[in-house]
Protein backbone atom coordinates (compact mmCIF):
# COMPACT_ATOMS: atom_id res chain seq x y z
CA UNK A 1 0.00 0.00 0.00
CA UNK A 2 1.14 3.41 -0.72
CA UNK A 3 0.09 7.04 -0.24
CA UNK A 4 -0.42 8.70 -3.48
CA UNK A 5 1.77 12.03 -3.45
CA UNK A 6 1.94 15.22 -5.93
CA UNK A 7 5.58 15.98 -6.64
CA UNK A 8 8.20 17.78 -9.02
CA UNK A 9 11.66 17.85 -9.06
CA UNK A 10 15.13 19.51 -10.62
CA UNK A 11 18.01 17.61 -11.89
CA UNK A 12 19.35 17.77 -9.42
CA UNK A 13 17.20 15.66 -7.27
CA UNK A 14 19.40 12.81 -9.68
CA UNK A 15 22.60 13.49 -7.20
CA UNK A 16 20.36 14.98 -4.54
CA UNK A 17 16.98 13.46 -3.32
CA UNK A 18 16.83 16.32 -1.33
CA UNK A 19 15.68 18.29 -3.86
CA UNK A 20 12.50 16.55 -4.70
CA UNK A 21 9.50 18.51 -3.66
CA UNK A 22 6.95 17.35 -2.55
CA UNK A 23 3.69 19.27 -3.38
CA UNK A 24 0.25 17.72 -1.97
CA UNK A 25 -0.19 14.46 -0.60
CA UNK A 26 -3.33 12.93 -2.40
CA UNK A 27 -5.45 10.55 0.03
CA UNK A 28 -5.53 7.92 -2.51
CA UNK A 29 -4.04 4.81 -1.41
CA UNK A 30 -2.69 2.55 -4.19
CA UNK A 31 -0.42 -0.32 -4.37
CA UNK A 32 3.40 0.41 -5.84
CA UNK A 33 2.49 -2.10 -8.59
CA UNK A 34 -0.31 -0.70 -9.27
CA UNK A 35 1.32 2.55 -10.15
CA UNK A 36 4.48 1.54 -11.89
CA UNK A 37 2.11 -0.27 -14.15
CA UNK A 38 -0.08 2.88 -14.44
CA UNK A 39 3.34 4.86 -15.21
CA UNK A 40 4.60 2.54 -17.64
CA UNK A 41 1.26 2.80 -19.41
CA UNK A 42 0.73 6.31 -19.56
CA UNK A 43 4.86 6.77 -20.42
CA UNK A 44 4.31 4.89 -23.48
CA UNK A 45 1.39 6.98 -24.44
CA UNK A 46 2.99 10.33 -23.60
CA UNK A 47 6.62 10.58 -23.11
CA UNK A 48 6.24 13.39 -20.42
CA UNK A 49 3.51 12.09 -18.25
CA UNK A 50 5.99 12.10 -15.65
CA UNK A 51 6.38 15.75 -15.62
CA UNK A 52 10.44 16.11 -16.42
CA UNK A 53 12.63 18.23 -14.66
CA UNK A 54 11.93 21.75 -13.40
CA UNK A 55 15.48 23.44 -14.85
CA UNK A 56 16.67 26.97 -14.24
CA UNK A 57 13.23 28.30 -12.57
CA UNK A 58 11.35 26.75 -15.74
CA UNK A 59 8.28 25.48 -14.63
CA UNK A 60 7.93 21.27 -15.29
CA UNK A 61 4.87 20.38 -17.00
CA UNK A 62 1.98 18.73 -14.75
CA UNK A 63 2.81 15.33 -14.20
CA UNK A 64 0.19 12.39 -14.28
CA UNK A 65 2.30 9.39 -14.10
CA UNK A 66 -1.44 7.75 -12.37
CA UNK A 67 -4.46 9.04 -11.77
CA UNK A 68 -6.16 8.72 -8.12
CA UNK A 69 -9.80 7.74 -7.20
CA UNK A 70 -10.83 11.34 -7.51
CA UNK A 71 -9.39 11.92 -10.39
CA UNK A 72 -6.23 13.62 -9.28
CA UNK A 73 -2.95 13.36 -11.06
CA UNK A 74 -0.40 11.39 -9.04
CA UNK A 75 2.90 11.38 -9.86
CA UNK A 76 4.75 9.54 -6.99
CA UNK A 77 4.31 7.34 -3.91
CA UNK A 78 5.50 6.60 -1.06
CA UNK A 79 5.43 2.97 0.00
CA UNK A 80 3.65 1.97 3.98
CA UNK A 81 5.20 -0.09 6.36
CA UNK A 82 2.14 -0.50 7.85
CA UNK A 83 3.43 -3.74 9.93
CA UNK A 84 6.15 -6.31 10.83
CA UNK A 85 5.32 -8.79 8.05
CA UNK A 86 4.35 -5.78 5.31
CA UNK A 87 8.21 -4.67 5.88
CA UNK A 88 9.44 -6.55 3.60
CA UNK A 89 7.28 -5.94 0.96
CA UNK A 90 7.26 -2.42 1.24
CA UNK A 91 10.94 -2.69 1.69
CA UNK A 92 11.49 -4.32 -1.68
CA UNK A 93 8.82 -2.19 -3.67
CA UNK A 94 10.08 1.65 -2.97
CA UNK A 95 13.55 1.06 -4.97
CA UNK A 96 11.83 1.70 -7.81
CA UNK A 97 9.38 3.91 -6.72
CA UNK A 98 11.92 6.21 -5.53
CA UNK A 99 13.90 5.79 -8.36
CA UNK A 100 11.37 6.92 -10.77
CA UNK A 101 10.51 9.92 -8.71
CA UNK A 102 14.04 11.02 -8.25
CA UNK A 103 15.52 10.48 -11.65
CA UNK A 104 12.59 9.32 -13.72
CA UNK A 105 14.16 5.91 -14.22
CA UNK A 106 13.01 3.37 -11.80
CA UNK A 107 17.06 1.61 -12.42
CA UNK A 108 17.78 5.28 -10.78
CA UNK A 109 17.72 4.08 -7.01
CA UNK A 110 20.39 5.42 -4.22
CA UNK A 111 20.16 4.38 -0.84
CA UNK A 112 20.00 8.21 0.04
CA UNK A 113 16.31 8.29 -1.57
CA UNK A 114 15.39 5.34 1.33
CA UNK A 115 16.86 7.87 3.88
CA UNK A 116 15.61 11.01 2.59
CA UNK A 117 12.27 10.61 0.16
CA UNK A 118 9.93 9.52 3.30
CA UNK A 119 11.16 12.00 6.10
CA UNK A 120 10.05 14.56 3.40
CA UNK A 121 7.02 13.18 3.18
CA UNK A 122 6.66 13.48 6.64
CA UNK A 123 7.64 17.05 6.64
CA UNK A 124 4.58 17.91 4.61
CA UNK A 125 1.73 15.46 6.32
CA UNK A 126 3.07 18.07 9.60
CA UNK A 127 2.90 20.69 7.38
CA UNK A 128 -0.51 20.15 6.02
CA UNK A 129 -2.01 18.87 9.55
CA UNK A 130 -0.38 22.41 11.01
CA UNK A 131 -2.24 24.69 8.50
CA UNK A 132 -5.50 22.46 8.33
CA UNK A 133 -5.67 20.41 11.64
CA UNK A 134 -8.81 17.90 9.44
CA UNK A 135 -9.22 14.28 10.61
CA UNK A 136 -8.05 13.61 6.84
CA UNK A 137 -4.79 15.64 8.13
CA UNK A 138 -4.10 13.83 10.91
CA UNK A 139 -4.89 10.11 9.28
CA UNK A 140 -2.11 10.96 6.93
CA UNK A 141 0.21 11.91 9.10
Known sequence: ?????????????????????????????????????????????DPNAHGGFNTMGAAAGPGQLATGIGREDVSGVLPLFLFKEHFDVARNASPPVYGLMCTLD????????????????????????????????????
Open 106 to 141: IMGYQMSQQLIVPFKVLLKAIERHAKEPTDMNKFIL
Open 1 to 45: MCLSLDIKRSEGCIADPSLLIIKDIIPTFMTAEAFLEQASFNLKT
